[in-house]
């Protein structure tokens, strides 16, 4: 694991290189200041006059004053150097992993317990780092200065002290290893209450109207429960069990090292002020044990969170092969070619979502897909946004294969609006959730796109305007009104692609007809793709494509659809009988 984390952390290697250096002088300072009370029992065996005391005492007050300031530096250069940059860093890497994530890879991961993992991650990551810097390299440094002066006056003793630290860390392992698989399963609990604590919150609307409060609190209040019966076995292992063996082999060495001393004492190889000077050194060794018994209860207690943050941060990313682009000036054709998808690694005709789907989006004209829900209309721009990897076929964009176009170069040239229902919208302002699509648009342009988009009036009426917060994911806002922020997002990108997803889904008549003809200025010289159910909205389209369970069944115009008489027709039928009852 410690191999892990430093490789994390390499940007802050140099740093941690400096640390060992100052604490080796400020454990070195501590060595000195543990002889303190031997000089003095010396000095008054000698008899020496008052100004030597004096001079003693300054020396004393002036070895103080420059070992704080030593001390307050190490402690700055931990917080300064260390603890925000890394917390800064790792937040940032986190976060910078997940965006290069294909969307594949954001569908099968929870994204509650994945922000989760990454908050406690961090903060258990930064945990481990305060304690090394302030706990373990202080401690080895003050362990291997504390036994050179023990080799020098009883090196019997250094033996038997080192042989004590082997026994006790074997100890305190053996224990660590053993609370491991309850750790895991804490951790397990706790992602899942985390989890269930964000989606209580973010379903605040549901759990209102169907009175689910109680409910909530309830699978909360047995997650803790199973977190803090599985926390009270790992403890009572610790105390009762490899506490106690850790206590008697210190007090039983304790007992032997002092008989050892008695004995040189005796026998007149050791003086007073030593035994004086050994016993402090021996109690700091022997408290610096306890201190690695902590420093690894912490570490591996941390360790698990710490893992599942590294194992995110080791998850193989997508390697787009595409470094091709073109400049585009002239309105642009999209062909699929036979082209086969699944949402996975492989393709069968079983798991498939389309199969063998050839299509021309013809440059500069309106092209529609139309279907029964589950045909596959979706998975179309998927794949042309490279959001997933077809397995078979080719999509071309200006005539290049999308597994040449660069990614971020591709999705330049699209603008897409989806349903209602999926349009994202943070909470800021309705400035900000506008601008997003072209974050260095001038107001004017932010305001021309909403006008066309149909909210314009909406967001003048608001006591705010443009600078309304409308909530968590637009929840200030109508189906309708977020529908026509993707608009306006659309409208604002000015993209040569154009993709509406249900574009009206969620507007009435009367906008719908205003939006549309606002949406035809925007058609011009653009290559467009409309998804529709609602298929007054695409009774112009100069092709519609009617898709079945991922196969292209039909195509033609409005007018020849009709005629056709085939699944087209039919939609058309229902519709119109659906809105004479309404």
């Known amino acids: 694991m410690f191999r892990k984390i430093w490789k994390l952390l390499a940007p802050f290697q140099r740093d941690f290189y400096i640390l060992i250096l100052m604490s080796l002088a400020i454990e070195a300072g501590g060595i000195l200041t543990s002889y303190t009370v031997s000089l003095v029992v010396r000095l008054f065996a000698l008899d020496i006059q008052f100004l030597i005391w004096f001079l003693v005492v300054v020396a004393q007050l002036s070895w103080n004053e420059g070992y704080m300031r030593l001390d307050n530096q ?26 290069r994530m294909p969307l594949i890879w954001h569908q099968r991961h929870n994204s509650g317990t994945m922000i989760g993992q990454v908050s406690d991650g961090v903060g258990k990551t930064l945990d481990i780092v305060s304690m090394i810097a302030w706990e373990f390299m202080p401690t080895v440094v003050q362990t291997c200065l504390s036994l050179i002066p023990m080799l020098y006056y009883s090196p019997l003793v250094a033996v038997l002290s080192v042989l004590t630290f082997a026994l006790f860390a074997w100890i305190t392992i053996v224990g660590e290893k053993a609370k491991r698989e309850l750790r895991k399963k804490r951790q397990d609990i706790s992602e899942r209450e985390w989890n269930h604590s964000i989606s209580s919150v973010q379903a605040i609307e549901t759990v209102l109207t169907f009175g689910l409060q109680g409910y909530m609190l309830q699978i909360l209040e047995q997650d803790h429960d199973l977190i803090i019966a599985l926390a009270r076995e790992e403890h009572h292992k610790g105390v009762f069990i490899y506490n106690r063996w850790r206590i008697r082999l210190l007090t039983t060495m304790r007992l ?64 787009d092969p595409g470094h091709k682009w073109v400049a585009i000036t002239e309105p642009v054709t999209i062909e699929f070619e036979d082209v086969c998808l699944a949402y996975g690694d492989e393709y069968s005709p079983q798991k498939g979502a389309i199969h063998g789907l050839s299509l021309s989006f013809e440059a500069g004209k309106v092209s529609a897909m139309v279907g029964p829900s589950g045909a596959g209309k979706s998975t179309v721009i998927a794949a042309l946004m490279k959001l997933f990897e077809i397995q078979h076929g080719s999509v071309k964009v200006a005539g290049m294969d999308i597994k040449d176009w660069d990614s971020r170069k591709l999705l330049e040239l699209i603008a897409h ?90 507007i009435d008549a009367q906008t719908e007809h205003l939006i549309m003809n606002s949406l035809k200025e925007m058609f011009a010289g653009k290559t467009v793709i409309v998804i529709a159910h609602r298929l007054s909205t695409i009774r112009d389209a100069d092709t519609i494509f009617v898709l079945e369970k991922g196969h292209k069944i039909e195509q033609g115009t409005h007018k020849e659809l009709v005629a056709f008489g085939g699944l087209y027709a039919n939609l058309v039928r229902l519709q119109v009988e659906s809105e004479r009852l309404d």
Do not use: C
């Not at 050892?260 to 030593?274: K, M």
């Open 74 to 99: 190490y402690d700055w250069r931990v917080i300064a150097k260390l603890w925000h940059p890394i917390y800064k860093f790792l937040k940032l890497d986190a976060v910078a992993k997940f965006l």
């Open 417 to 506: 609006v989806p349903p209602g229902d999926k349009v994202y919208l943070w909470d800021e302002t309705i400035d900000y959730n506008i601008r997003i699509a072209r974050p260095q648009a001038t107001d004017e342009e932010v305001v021309a796109a909403a006008k066309h988009a149909g909210i314009h009036e909406f967001v003048v009426s608001q006591e705010k305007a443009y600078q309304t917060i409308i909530g968590e994911r637009g929840v200030r806002l109508s189906s309708g009104q977020k529908q026509r922020v993707g608009i306006a997002r659309a409208f604002l990108r000015d993209s040569q692609i154009i993709i509406l997803d249900e574009p009206t889904s969620a």
């Open 256 to 319: 032997i090292i002092y008989g050892l001393w008695v004995v040189q004492w005796y026998h007149g190889t050791i003086d007073v002020p030593s035994i004086i000077f050994l016993s402090v050194l021996m109690e700091r060794l022997f408290s610096s044990f306890w201190r690695f018994a902590r420093l690894a209860d912490r570490v591996y207690g941390n360790s698990e969170a710490v893992m599942r943050l590294i194992g995110l941060m080791e998850e193989p990313e997508f390697a």
